[in-house]
């Protein structure tokens, strides 16, 4: 058991979490021995990109372990631009695309998290969270 400075759970109908933030900072005395406990921080981001029902884009696999597929599925979205960033906004690849369907080869990227920047046209932009397994 761990004393936490805060946390809680959260139920939708989707599922449920819990979670907290941090454990504090703590001593304990063994013998003759102070001991300093600088607590623990973890970081789980279990992220699932879901396409709702406005979005006329669909990306799969993810997570990916070689090739990520983008389909448009409306051709008045056609002429999309998509950039591949590194988790710390690093530009990795940037590619034009007028193509319904188009691939983006993931396997010269190290196991991790991606974000791809999806833009229209019209300047509307739609962020993807991509692991790379």
Do not use: C
């Not at 970081?43 to 396409?51: E, F, G, K, L």
């Not at 396997?107 to 993807?128: E, I």
């Amino acid at each position: 058991m761990a004393v936490v400075s805060v946390g809680g759970s959260v139920l939708t109908s989707s599922g449920s979490i819990n979670y907290t933030i941090g454990q504090i900072d703590y001593t304990s005395i063994h013998g003759s021995f102070v001991v300093l406990y600088l607590g623990i921080q973890q970081v789980y981001d279990p992220y699932v990109t879901s396409i709702d029902e406005n979005t006329d884009i669909s990306i799969w696999p993810n997570p990916v372990a070689t090739t990520l597929n983008i389909e448009v599925k409306s051709i008045k979205n056609l002429g999309i631009l998509y950039q591949l960033y590194t988790i710390d906004g690093k530009l990795l690849e940037s590619k034009q695309s007028a193509d319904k369907r188009t691939t983006l080869n993931m396997m010269q990227y190290a196991q991790g998290t991606y974000v791809l920047m999806v833009r229209y046209a019209d300047k509307r932009t739609l962020k993807f969270k991509i692991i790379k397994i």
